[in-house]
């Protein structure tokens, strides 16, 4: 499994007919059932198939947050923001 800070979490139903490997319980995932496409830090690239009841196992367990669940346990950087506004407003 990829590991990634933080994961993008989407449902996913493909009209293609493909079986994918769900990766947290490793047992098959037929694509045209309902399930989630799981991102990691929003990259495409490592996206995986998942079945959506492993996800939401995942997710209750902490080992899968979402983006703004990484960002509340990082250090504030409370001048970032304001720096770039204000660089932003500044007259040329
Ligand atoms: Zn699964």
Redesign the pocket.
């Known amino acids: 499994m990829t590991e990634a800070r933080w994961w993008t979490v989407r449902p996913a139903q493909n009209l293609k007919p493909a079986t994918y490997r769900?990766p947290?319980?490793?047992?098959h995932?037929p694509a045209l059932s309902e399930h989630v496409l799981i991102m990691p830090e929003g990259n495409p690239k490592g996206r995986r198939h998942?079945?959506t009841?492993?996800m939401l196992a995942e997710r209750k367990a902490g080992r899968l947050p979402a983006r703004d669940e990484w960002l509340k346990t990082q250090p504030r950087t409370p001048g970032r923001l304001r720096r770039l506004l204000g660089r932003g407003a500044k007259a040329r």
């Open positions: 769900c947290f319980c490793h047992r995932l998942a079945h009841a492993c």
